[in-house]
């Protein structure tokens, strides 16, 4: 899901660029910083949006670092558990298919499959095949948009990693899309 | 009753031999019997009444009260039935009021009651202990009886004695009187009690009923855990039966001791002196003492006297807790929730998971299962006395007498081969001591469990997890969730509260009608976790790993390892759930998965590392656990070069697609991990077995992607086999692992004359070779030299071979002239013989010219045969059966090449051939013409009749081959007779079976199989001559499984031909 949340940071900026570039610098320093980032609350940072304030800087007695407080507007993406979100699957194996969700990753394991779901090990690229559907099968394979709830979340410092299923109703590949 | 007695019996030990002779506590726990009853007889004679019944209701119904109450105060009510049994038996319930903390392990829980109690009890302890007469004690109690007017307790030890009692019939005759005298006091206690009852509220009966039990049952709270799942605790035995006394005895003399005493109660059976004795026993498994089960020491006393073989000093109390282990005969698998698996230490099986089946009463040898590691049927035995040679010991597979027809024997349900004894699941059964099993620190994995439930993951059978599933306390952790797995509220879910040794208290999420908390031992539990929950894997093989989890299956789980994504699965009692990331400890083994190592007798890829033991995939399938110390040392396989299905290269890195042997539709495509000479390691992507690593014959593989390490002399020139040997340097050979040979070269021992330089001529034994230079120890001079290897001339070897290499190619082509060399050589020293002049003019010439003229080649490497019949490609098809290559030395190619005498014709006509082949290509029938092509279309012409009995061998037309008339395609026939001598067949034309004879080879054309069944015969190539069955047709491929070898070979369509069995 995405949010725009009005977050804020410490920069902390070396003498060197005390000038007249003082904002752009804070503000490109702000970008370098939080940009694609996690935040373990908010989630991605996909983008800063727009710069609310910056504050006054505040020099730092022992290192001579100005701080400043900047408010920016963000783009986040956050997932939940249990939420069911669009993605793109990247692999396939029998252990089930990997799949991405704009920065995240999600996996979805064969077991979480429903079971009309066959590996076909021939298939080239791999793919999981439901059979049972006459007239047109139903593939999960690279490249295909899927439908998935997410099972579980791991939030490290630099990925988010989520373990999806397919195996409800209305879950599974999209073809139109 | 319930307390100490079953408490101690049953979940810890049931060592009863080394329990059942202890004696400080049997005297103390006597003690405490007398001591307490006297107590309690104080507080509750009243309640004896003349009407049994009336009062046991009575009595019941005050437990309910009391019952009911102490599960509101938060004890749990699960001893109901201890506790109404208790009731019921009045006197002797109060007695066990006492006990608990005196009975060993109830005491240091208990100081409340101690302190209270001490004193009296302290005193009347020491006196107990001076007089150890039973006899002694009973009269006191009497008198205490009569002091106090109250309990009459021992009035119904002996009602109970009157139903239990077989052969006793006389009692104490007073204790009718006192009954009596009783009985009316106690009416009036009773119906006084009764009013008061009614006046009282329910406050105060709760009070009351507290004061009375509430200790008591406080006592037993703590093991409440075992006595609800207990049903059998009512039988236990408590201080109101009959105690036990062990008496040593001459050890072997048990049995006669016991039937001794035995004649003797039944003599004085109906005599004033009948002995009061309810049963004699003595256990196997305890050598040297009987029991006798009686009231009273004096009856034993009595009984024992003056028999022989009997130690009466040595008579003791069995303590009333341990008098259950005394009669209990071990089940089955007592101790294997303990060990139920172990490993085995030493022997065929060492590192082996195995599983306890029985253990023997003595609890030094156990009957154990294993995966049985059996010879493949037909492996030459070793005779006796011979020297075994040491082996790799075979994979571990179950047990299937169909492989073994002869030399199993049936017996009962076991099947018995080789003397060992397999069940009928397959399972080899071996009694084992103990001593030689490691029984502790097992973590079988759940691979290896699998291999006990029939071998499939999928469907592991629970029973058998069962003993490693179960958790221990240890396990749990405050806060976690648990659900309950067993007993009657299997199924509740909870988060521990706390843990006191076996027992976890839980508090139930919903708690509907449940106590607060529910206490209840550890192996009734199982940790509860969500799909998605983040966890980490805390024991076992994969200790450390975190990941999240996809699938629960019972205690199964499985989860997606963060670090590599994988999924792991293990048994939910090893993992935790944890927000951190794991790390894997950095591995300090020198061994890696996907190594290439040596073992003893074999190579293998190493697909996991556990610990200490790597599983390995070998070189022939088998997958097995080593140790690192078995591993002798690693390998890489950078420079081994192999052919693929099609004669293409491959070396560790290709991208292949390995055709399974056995169903060719399935392919499994990977990249080549290692080549060790015809095997390829490959790793599959999705292979999940072994690490994904495959092993494939080479020529079960087939190249997708064509990788060309090498420079372009060897991709083009050396793209077939001869890659290896011929262009290379000699250590990228074919020859996998050539390299790590090191200093082996093939020509070390040889005897080699010296071609040039100061010792041109000399003779001597080449000694060693290194980079290219050879010493060779002179046989004259007996001095060693240093030559250039190129310059060793083996016996009947010239220079040409070595020379024009190193003018062709450049560099030490040593590898041609050392190697293949070698064997052609000897081939041509046929023709040499007869020609030497043409080997050197026709070979040496073009090849100093060009260097890759086929006629040298022809001349030089007979391999030009094999070019030379299946033109296409000359390089292609003479490397599509790669084969040979292995057998460099043996293969008939270069056989058959040096002594056909093709090469020398096609060193006159070098080109022609390749010109002719591709324009005919792949036209079998033509092709095979062509064969014959080198020598010039007119080959018989030029050929002495001699030779061409050679050529025979390599004519493609065979009886039986179905062909077509070049003249007319339409026209089938079948070879009847072949006469290669005009170069003429015999057809019997299709399908009206006309014959037509003197049909010239010329004329007719080989029939591809066109369908999978068909019968093929192989005419070209390895084999030729060969049939078998079309498995399958692809494009310009069959699978093919020969008739004699049963063998799957793939081959082109021009190598085989339509075959029509008589």
């Known amino acids: ?177 | 009753m319930s307390d100490n007695g079953e408490h101690d019996v049953f979940p810890d030990d049931d060592d009863d031999q080394v329990r059942a002779p202890a004696v400080a506590s049997s005297l103390s726990h006597e003690s405490a019997t007398a001591a307490t009853a006297s107590s309690a007889d104080r507080r509750n004679g009243n309640e004896d009444n003349d009407d049994q019944d009336n009062e046991e209701n009575e009595d019941d119904g005050y437990a309910e009260i009391a019952r009911d109450l102490q599960r509101s105060n938060g004890e749990d009510g699960n001893d109901n039935d201890n506790e109404g049994g208790g009731a019921a038996d009045d006197g002797d319930e109060e007695d066990n009021e006492e006990p608990p903390p005196r009975g060993g392990r109830g005491r240091n829980d208990d100081d409340e009651d101690e302190d209270e109690e001490d004193d009296d009890e302290e005193e009347e302890e020491d006196y107990e202990e001076d007089d150890d007469m039973p006899r002694a004690k009973k009269r006191r109690r009497k008198v205490n009886r009569f002091i106090e007017a109250e309990a009459m307790v021992d009035d119904d030890e002996e009602e109970e004695e009157d139903e239990e009692e077989g052969f006793v019939e006389d009692r104490e005759e007073d204790f009718e009187e006192l009954q009596k005298a009783a009985d009316t006091r106690a009416h009036r206690e009773l119906d006084s009690r009764r009013a008061d009852a009614d006046e009282m509220d329910a406050e105060k009966i709760a009070e009351t009923m507290k004061a009375r039990y509430g200790r008591s049952e406080f006592n037993r709270g703590q093991y409440r855990g075992d006595v609800e799942h207990i049903p059998q605790s009512m039988l236990m035995p408590s201080v109101s039966d009959p105690k036990l006394w062990i008496c040593s005895c001459r050890e072997g003399k048990e049995r006669e001791a016991v039937f001794a005493i035995m004649s003797r109660v039944f003599d004085r059976e109906g005599t004033p002196n009948a002995l009061d004795i309810y049963s004699i026993f003595h256990r196997e498994s305890l050598k040297g003492y009987i029991y006798i089960e009686a009231r009273q020491q004096g009856v034993v006393q009595n009984a024992l006297d003056g028999l022989n073989n009997i130690y009466l000093s040595k008579l003791r109390l069995v303590p009333v807790n341990e008098m259950v282990d005394c009669l209990t005969i071990k089940a089955k698998d007592t101790n294997l929730d303990k060990i139920h698996w172990f490993r085995a230490k030493k022997g065929k099986y060492v590192g082996d998971l195995g599983q306890v089946v029985q253990i023997t009463e003595n609890g030094e040898t156990m009957l154990c299962r294993f995966v049985p590691r059996l010879e493949p049927a037909g492996t030459p035995k070793v005779p006796f006395g011979g020297k075994r040679k040491k082996t790799e010991r075979p994979p571990a597979k179950l047990f299937n007498p169909m492989d073994y027809k002869n030399e199993v024997k049936k017996e009962g349900e076991y099947y018995v081969y080789n003397g060992d004894y397999f069940d009928r699941e397959g399972y080899l059964e071996k009694t084992l001591k103990l001593s030689s099993l490691d029984v502790t620190n097992i973590h079988p994995t759940l691979e290896e469990i699998s291999q006990f439930s029939g071998g499939s993951t999928d469907k592991p059978d629970l029973s058998h997890v069962e003993g490693v599933g179960s958790a221990v306390a240890s396990d749990f952790q405050i806060g976690e969730n648990v659900e309950i797995i067993s007993g009657a509220m299997a199924g509740i879910s909870g988060s521990v509260a706390s843990i006191h040794n076996d027992l976890v208290a839980i508090k139930p999420h919903f708690a509907k009608d449940l106590p607060p908390t529910v206490t209840i031992t550890a192996r009734e539990l199982r940790k509860q976790f969500k799909q998605g929950d983040h966890v980490q894997v805390v024991k076992g093989n994969y200790k450390g790993e975190t990941g999240l989890i996809v699938i629960i299956k019972d205690n199964i789980v499985t989860l997606v390892s963060d670090g590599t994504s994988k999924p792991v699965e293990v048994l939910s009692t090893s993992l935790r759930t944890t927000a951190d990331v794991g790390v894997v400890a950095p591995r300090t083994s020198p061994y890696d998965v996907g190594d290439l190592v040596f073992l003893q007798n074999d190579v293998a890829v190493v697909t996991k590392i556990e610990g200490e033991y790597f599983g390995i995939l070998s070189q022939f399938g088998s997958h097995s656990k080593v140790k690192a110390r078995e591993i002798s040392n690693k390998r890489d396989s950078k420079n081994a070069i192999a052919n693929d299905a099609h004669g293409n290269p491959i070396s560790a890195g290709s991208a292949v697609d390995v055709l399974d042997p056995d169903r060719h539709d399935v392919r499994k495509s990977g990249t080549v991990a290692h080549i060790f000479r015809q095997v390829a390691f490959v790793k599959a992507k999705d292979t999940p077995e072994h690490g994904g690593f495959i092993v494939a014959k080479t020529q079960n593989c087939v190249a997708t992607g064509i990788k060309r390490p090498m420079n372009s002399f060897q991709s083009t020139f050396g793209s077939a086999p001869r890659g290896g040997g011929f262009g290379g340097p000699p250590r990228s050979g074919g020859f996998g692992g050539g390299r790590g040979r090191g200093n082996f070269h093939p020509i070390i021992g040889r005897t080699v004359t010296i071609a040039v330089g100061a010792f041109k001529g000399y003779v001597g034994i080449v000694k060693e070779v290194n980079d290219g230079l050879a010493r060779v120890e002179l046989h004259t001079a007996s001095r060693v030299v240093t030559v250039d290897v190129n310059k060793c001339l083996l016996p009947g070897q010239t220079l040409a071979p070595s020379a024009s290499n190193n003018s062709g190619f450049g560099g030490s082509s040593f590898g041609y002239g050392d190697r293949y060399g070698q064997t052609p050589m000897h081939g041509a020293k046929t023709p040499m013989h007869g020609g030497r002049t043409p080997m050197h003019a026709g070979g040496r010439t073009p090849f100093g010219a060009g260097g890759r003229t086929p006629g040298a080649d022809g001349g030089r490497t007979p391999a030009w045969d094999v070019g030379g019949r299946t033109p296409a490609s000359a390089w292609d098809a003479g490397s599509k059966t790669p084969g040979h290559w292995d057998a460099s030395s043996k293969t008939p190619h270069w056989d058959a090449g040096g002594k056909t005498p093709a090469w020398d014709s096609g060193s006159r006509t070098p080109y022609v051939p390749l010109d002719t082949v591709s324009s005919v290509y792949p036209d079998p029938a033509t092709a095979i013409t062509s064969t014959i092509v080198p020598s010039g279309g007119n080959y018989a012409d030029s050929i002495a009749a001699p030779l061409a009995a050679s050529t025979i061998t390599q004519e493609w037309p065979a009886i039986r081959v179905m062909v077509t008339l070049i003249s007319d395609p339409n026209q089938e026939a079948i070879i009847t007779a072949v006469q290669p001598a005009t170069r003429t067949v015999t057809l019997s034309l299709l399908p009206a079976n006309e014959t037509r004879a003197g049909v010239s080879f010329d004329d007719i054309k080989a029939v591809s199989p066109d369908a999978a069944h068909d019968k093929v015969m192989v005419i070209i190539g390895e084999g030729a001559g060969q049939t078998g069955q079309v498995i399958s047709a692809e494009d310009d491929d069959g699978v093919v499984r020969m008739d004699v070898t049963k063998e799957i070979r793939i081959f082109t369509m021009n190598m085989i031909a339509k075959y029509v069995p008589a």
């Open chain 1, 1 to 177: 899901m995405f949010f725009l949340k009005h977050l804020h940071r410490t920069i902390r900026l070396p003498p060197q660029y005390f000038g007249p570039q003082l904002r752009t610098a804070v503000l490109r320093k702000l970008y370098e910083e939080v940009e694609g980032r996690i935040d373990g609350q908010y989630g991605y940072i996909i983008s800063v949006l727009n710069i609310v304030e910056v504050g006054s800087g505040v020099l730092q007695p022992m290192t001579g670092l100005a701080e400043f407080n900047v408010v920016y507007q963000a783009l986040v993406m956050k997932v939940f558990k249990n939420m069911v979100v669009d993605v793109v699957v990247t692999v396939v194996n029998t252990l089930g298919f990997w799949a991405d969700l704009g920065p995240l990753t999600m996996f979805v394991a064969a077991a979480l499959l429903p079971s009309y779901y066959k590996f076909d090990p021939a298939a080239s690229p791999a793919a999981y095949v439901n059979e049972e559907d006459n007239g047109h099968e139903q593939r999960i394979e690279k490249g295909m948009a899927v439908r998935a709830r997410i099972i579980g979340i791991r939030t490290d410092a630099t990925e988010i990693f989520a373990v999806g299923t397919i195996k409800e109703d209305y879950l599974g590949p999209q073809p139109g899309v």
